[in-house]
Structures are given as C-alpha cells and as structure tokens.
C-alpha cells in the first residue's frame, strides 16, 4: 500500500536560511505527487503539485524517482513560511483519495 | 477559494451523544472527503463519497457514519462521542484525476 513519510515534525530555521522539508513515499507506479500548506488556524491549501512543475510563493519539489521523494524547497526562509507543511499522494486502490504524511511544522526565526 | 462550508466550526459535546457535522459544497464536485486531524497523525480519512449516496469506509471509520443525499452536502455522523474523537475534522472535494483536493475551515470538536 502507499505510504508517505515526512521524518521531521518540527523544522526550525532563520530567516533567510535554505529550507527542505522531506518527503518520502512508497507507491505502486508512477504517483502524482502534492505539496499541502496550512496557516495557524486556517484551512489546508494547495501549495504545489507535482505534474504543474510551477513555483509557488518561492517554494519547488522534484520528484526523485530513484530515491523516491518529493522535498520541498525554498533558497531564502521568510517569516510568514511558518506554518504546518503535508505531502500527499493518490491512495491505490481507487476512490480518487489522498494519503496524507503526518506533517511537518516550520518555524521560521528571525 | 473553493466553496466549501463546515458547521458548525465549533463543538464541545458530551461523551455517548450523537454529533453530526456538516459539510456543504457549492462547487458540484463529484467526491467529497471527511478527514481528523491529529498532532502526531497528520490526516486521516475517515469516510468518502464518489457520489450521491455512495460512500466508503476510509482508514478510520470506527464510530462514524456519513450519508450523502445531495450532491453539496456530505454528514458526518458521530454515533456516541467519545474522547478518542476529540479531534479537528475537515471537509474536502475533488473531482478530477489526480485527486486535488480542496478543504473546508475545519470543525474543532471536542468530547468532554
């Protein structure tokens, strides 16, 4: 069965400093791969998807095939980054269903 | 933002009553989605449906019911709240392959 794994709960960095948030999956074939951002207290959004390849509020994910995963990156952490981070992947099996990882909060300091 | 509303966004109950949470769409998507989430567990599907009145059992299931007579609306039911079910729920559609999703505020429940 699918799996997603994001091995940090809490990432801490400065502003300014590199990100990568990690993902990890387990997948029968080719998977779609998301990237889920949610604000303190807000509903979960959208930040990126793997087949679109675009750049959203300076964040990217490449999906490594042979190292399967899908980390999600940004050059320069800004204060209002912080936030709970998700990746995500179609459930086999059907059902059009994602399966989420556990999250990873990150707290950027100033 | 998609149209997605949840009510109520706030709920503390007692243990052993029934709870229903709704979830209402106006965005005529064909799948609807009731996840938990929980620190330490992301989130979890509880239940979903792929159209009027067909639903399925998701990964947690245990203690819940939903029903979907209506295209827009999709209920989640609590049969006898427990603590376990102290939890945030959120409402989520989609309708397109791959499946992404587009998620409701939330419902903080709380079983005391």
């Known amino acids: 069965a699918q799996r997603v794994t994001q091995p940090e709960k809490l990432l801490s960095v400065f502003k300014g400093a590199p990100v990568e948030l990690k993902c990890n999956y387990s997948?029968?074939?080719?998977?779609?791969l998301f990237w889920y951002v949610q604000y303190s207290r807000q509903r979960l959004q959208l930040l990126l998807r793997?087949?679109s390849r675009e750049s959203i509020k300076g964040f990217t994910a490449d999906l490594n095939k042979g190292e399967t995963s899908f980390h999600l990156k940004k050059p320069f952490a800004q204060e209002e980054d912080s936030a709970m981070y998700y990746c995500?992947?179609?459930?086999?099996?059907?059902?059009?269903?994602?399966?989420f990882g556990t999250g990873t909060q990150l707290k950027v300091e100033l | 933002d998609a149209g997605i509303t949840q009510s109520p966004r706030h709920k503390v109950t007692e243990t052993g009553t029934p709870v229903t949470l709704r979830c209402h769409q106006t965005?005529?998507?064909?799948?609807m989605y009731w996840y938990r989430q929980d620190p330490g567990h992301g989130l979890r599907l509880i239940h979903y449906?792929?159209?009027?009145?067909?639903?399925d059992k998701g990964e947690v299931s245990d203690g819940y019911s939903v029903s979907r007579s209506k295209t827009e609306d999709f209920l989640l039911t609590l049969e006898s709240a427990t603590s376990s079910q102290t939890s945030v729920y959120f409402c989520?559609?989609?309708?397109?392959?791959?499946?992404?999703?587009?998620f409701g505020q939330g419902t903080r429940l709380t079983v005391v």
């Open positions: 989520a559609i989609s309708e397109s392959w791959p499946p992404e999703a587009f």
């Open positions: 997948y029968s074939g080719s998977p779609e």
């Open positions: 793997h087949i």
């Open positions: 995500a992947l179609p459930s086999e099996g059907g059902g059009n269903k994602l399966t």
């Open positions: 965005e005529n998507h064909r799948y």
């Open positions: 449906s792929y159209g009027v009145k067909d639903t």
